[in-house]
């Protein structure tokens, strides 16, 4: 246990619905990040957030969009749902140390299906 | 844009017995960090090793190396007395060092199979 929570863990949903994925990061992680794990695009860093603020973003659509709360939790909302957005999830955390010596611990995903 | 190849599919390997498995990176920057992560069947992403690029020694985790070849640009893993539970996939990850950014860019993985 990674210690990062993810909810929920499957999501079944139709085309052109929104959702709404939710990421609570290990206790003391000030640092967020989502990726999309899918076959055809394989491991894609999505956007990260370092205590409440937007810190990178990458190949992100425009119809996904991301925040982080003053609780540090975070949450990636995915609009306009279409079949390619099927795919699993990930939030990670660090506590973003100085230099890029932190970790990014993976919680277990959220597996999206879009019918 | 950095790039992380590994080349390998698939591989398998008798338990007990030692594999390396095969990572490139691109990149035109100097400090960068280098990972290895674990996808077993349940599909948890879990950190094996990671290695800095500033650093010359190999790192190792119990049973897991790597060979890092900074001039080469190549990154492989060795896991020794593989074990049945070393059955997943595998990706290596590149991450620069900046300010603010720590993004991950992940090759397609290896995956792995250990045989009894």
């Known amino acids: 246990d990674s210690g990062v929570t993810q909810t929920p863990k499957h999501l079944i949903t139709a085309t052109g619905q929104r959702v709404t994925l939710r990421c609570s990061p290990r206790s003391g992680d000030l640092s967020v990040y989502w990726y999309q794990q899918s076959l055809d695009q394989g491991l894609q860093f999505l956007i990260q957030y370092y205590n409440g603020e937007e810190r990178a973003k990458g190949n992100i659509l425009e119809r996904f969009s991301a925040q982080q709360f003053p609780d540090l939790h975070s949450e990636l909302n995915l609009s306009s749902l279409e079949l390619g957005d099927s795919a699993l999830y990930f939030c990670?955390?660090?506590?973003?140390?100085?230099?890029?010596?932190?970790?990014?611990?993976f919680g277990p995903g959220t597996r999206l299906t879009v019918l | 844009a950095q790039t992380v190849t590994q080349s390998q599919p698939e591989m398998s390997v008798q338990e007990a017995e030692t594999v390396t498995l095969s990572c490139t990176y691109d990149?035109?920057?100097?400090?960068?960090?280098l990972f290895w992560y674990k996808q077993p069947p349940s599909r948890q992403m879990i950190l094996v090793i990671r290695?800095?690029?500033?650093?010359?020694q190999n790192a190792t985790e119990n049973r897991f190396s790597v060979n890092f070849q900074k001039a080469a640009k190549s990154f492989s893993l060795k896991i020794s007395d593989s074990q049945l539970g070393d059955t997943a996939m595998y990706f290596c990850a590149f991450m620069k060092i900046d300010t603010g950014r720590r993004a991950l860019t992940f090759g397609s993985g290896t995956r792995l199979q250990v045989q009894p």
């Open positions: 990670a955390s660090s506590v973003f140390l100085a230099g890029g010596r932190d970790t990014q611990y």
């Open positions: 990149t035109s920057e100097n400090n960068y960090y």
């Open positions: 290695q800095e690029a500033y650093k010359q």
